[in-house]
């Protein structure tokens, strides 16, 4: 996919563009992105998007579904292959309608928008799609999918109901970071875990013990803070299963496939390691969500 943060970097071409945040390109998304590719051939399907977050920037708290990486990640993997990262601040809220579509539409090429039929931009959320079928541009409004919503799956995963989640998503819930350096205990157990640092704005799950899929291997993942050694830090840990080699300073998408167990501590490392054995049982045993 090629990546744009500026309108010039995008050849100007005729365009169906579709608008909006996209945070964890769930099936709501997709349904956008597939109205995008069905238009005219003689348009390019292309995404314009916003990073950070709109809703960070104007001072709410969000937990992100996706690092921006992972976004354009599952926007190529549906289909996309050119989009414009449009840098949200303060300023781009204020703009008017008209001042985007000049400053970031027109540029491109863009002959006809789509997006879902609630989203809203620029100054006191005036801009919609009628706002933009009057300045001339052909519109695709996309009705939403019922119950599915990135805050809905946010929601979900703050329980730990990753089967649910993946549901809304069309794909199993994830957790992304880069593998740095731990306890080491997992080894000294007989279990050696990659430890995901992991960015804050991200959203992580409940607490617990997940059963999910990393590196092309099965993974038991404990999140939580190690009760058992008192621990008081969140940890994000995965044991991939028959995995050899280094994973240090690697970036690693972990998939959750269905949450097994509360994390707790045990009477001893014996009962411990009796437990962790089980996990890795259900973790053979058990099947992708979607």
Not at 116 to 126: A, I
Not at 259 to 277: P, T
Request: some cysteine; hydrophobic content about 40%; aromatic content about 6%.
């Amino acid at each position: 996919m090629k990546v744009a943060r500026a309108p010039a970097e995008l050849e100007r071409r005729p365009r169906a563009v579709a608008l909006g945040t996209f945070d964890g390109v769930h099936l709501g998304h997709r349904r956008v992105l597939e109205v995008t590719r069905a238009g005219a051939p003689e348009l390019e399907p292309t995404v314009v998007t916003f990073w950070p977050h709109p809703r960070i920037v104007l001072g709410n708290e969000v937990g992100l579904l996706t690092t921006l990486d992972r976004r354009l990640e599952l926007l190529a993997d549906a289909g996309i292959e050119e989009a414009l990262v449009v840098e949200f601040t303060s300023e781009l809220a204020q703009m008017q309608p008209e001042e985007f579509a000049e400053e970031l539409l027109r540029p491109l090429g863009t002959e006809v928008v789509v997006a879902g039929t609630d989203f809203r931009f620029g100054h006191g959320r005036r801009g919609d799609l009628d706002v933009l079928e009057q300045l001339g541009f052909g519109v695709r409004p996309v009705e939403l999918v019922p119950g599915v919503s990135s805050t809905a799956i946010r929601a979900l995963l703050r329980d730990g109901g990753v089967e649910s989640a993946a549901r809304l998503l069309g794909r199993p819930a994830e957790v992304e970071g880069t593998v740095v350096s731990g306890d080491a205990r997992g080894g000294t157990l007989g279990y050696p875990t990659a430890n995901l640092g992991v960015e804050p704005a991200l959203l992580v799950p409940a607490y617990g013990i997940y059963a999910g899929w990393a590196e092309w291997h099965r993974a038991a993942i404990s999140i939580g803070t190690n009760p058992h050694y008192g621990g008081h830090e969140r940890r994000v840990e995965a044991f991939l299963l028959d995995f050899e080699g280094d994973l240090y300073g690697k970036r690693l998408i972990v998939q959750l496939w269905r949450r097994l167990r509360d994390e707790r501590a045990f009477a001893s490392e014996e009962e411990l390691v009796a437990q962790i054995r089980c996990d890795v049982e259900a973790t053979e045993a058990a099947e992708p969500p979607v």
